[in-house]
Structures are given as C-alpha cells and as structure tokens.
C-alpha cells in the first residue's frame, strides 16, 4: 500500500470521547472500517507517529500501536466475551504448571523462575495452580480457573488485547497477568517463558531461523507492554 497522505495530526474526538489520528485530515480507521477512538493523547501521538513515520510504502509491520489499536476495535470490543474465553482458557494449560522432568537441572531452573509466580498468582488473584513434570497433563480446580477468569473480566478491552498477546507468544495466562499487574516486565516475562529454549541452546547453540523466531517473539512481547504504557500514560 502506497502513502497517499501528507499530513499528520491527532485531534479531540467528538463529544470529547478520545482522540483520532487525521490523515490530510481524515480520521483514521480500522481495516474494518470503524473508527478508531484512542482513549488517551499519549497513545494517539504513538499511533500518529507511526503513520508519520512511514516512507513512500506503508509497512504494517511497522505500526504496532496501530495494530492493538484495531484489533481492539474490530476484534475485542465486537467480541469481548469470546476473547475473554480464549484468555482465560490459557489458565487451564499455564506453561509455569509443566516442568520439565528431564534433566534435572533444566527442571530446577524452571521451578526456581516458576514457583514465585504460581504464588504470586495465588497470592493475589486466589488461583492455586498445581505444577507437574513432563507432558501428563494436570487438572486444575474450578476455583482457580474461576479466579483466572475474573482477573481477565477485570481488564478493559485495550489492555486485553494486549493480555492476550502477552499470553498467546508466552504460552502462560500467569506471565501475561503479571505484566500487566507490574509484576514482571516484558523482557522478564519473555526471559521466563522461554527456559526451555535457552536451555537447549546452551546445550546445542543456536538454530538461525529457531533465533530469529525468538527475536519476532520478544519483540511482540515488548509491544504489548508498551501499548500497556501508553494506555496508562493518559
């Protein structure tokens, strides 16, 4: 898609609701062709800077504000439940509930980066989690999956999208959550969840594309995060 645009500006939304991104003074829209009402300034000058940003072909790639800002609008506030569901469904298989059972020191690495965070988990949303090693699956108890559930029904649709980026490339509902309750940061999280791959690297080096998933992979993470903080920012 070729810039047809000059002129960038973010200005007041009718009815004082948010803020829109202009293109030669046109609203900006969703690939769904919905308005795009940012909640606040700090993440409206984002998204316009990546749109000034661009050269003479826009690189979607790119624009991740822009990203999280319509899947919200045209995934997550249409279908919050479902997206809630897909979320919370995560709880049920958390990546920090399977420790590896061989060998012994990757597994000691995991439970050492993972057990504080099934506490934390524990300690302030009431979800017990249970681990288990190898590739048996473990049964969850209602309750805990219930107090997952509503940590995720407490988020606003712009923070879920980012939950559920965060919990999508982490595999573990925990490590989103913590991200966004500041727990972790983005490159702690990642760090986290990826022990398994750090430990075979260690072992075996490094894979070129298995390296430059991980990188996509991080970099995702970080993005999320920072949609977080804008959102926050105000």
Known sequence: MKRIYKTVAVASADAGTGFTVLLDNRPVRSPGQRPI???????????????????????VRSMPMMGFAATVIDRVAPQRNYVIGEVAG??????L???????PELTARQETAWSP???WAESTFGARLLPTAGVMPVAQSPDSLAALRRAVEAVDDWELAALHTLTAITGSL?????????RLDAEAAYTVSEIDEA??????????????RRRTRRAEV????????HLRAG
């Open 174 to 182: 925990v490590l989103g959550l913590a991200v966004l309750h500041d």
């Open 199 to 212: 430990f075979q690297i260690e072992r075996w080096g490094m894979d070129r594309e298995a390296e430059q």
């Open 37 to 59: 009402i940012l909640p606040g300034r700090t993440l409206a000058d984002a998204v316009a800077a990546e749109w000034d940003g661009q050269g003479e072909t826009i690189d």
């Open 97 to 103: 509930c399977y420790l590896a059972d061989d060998p």
């Open 117 to 119: 965070l099934r506490d």
């Open 222 to 229: 970080a993005e999320a995060a920072k949609f977080v903080e």
């Open 90 to 95: 995560y709880g049920g298989s958390d990546l």
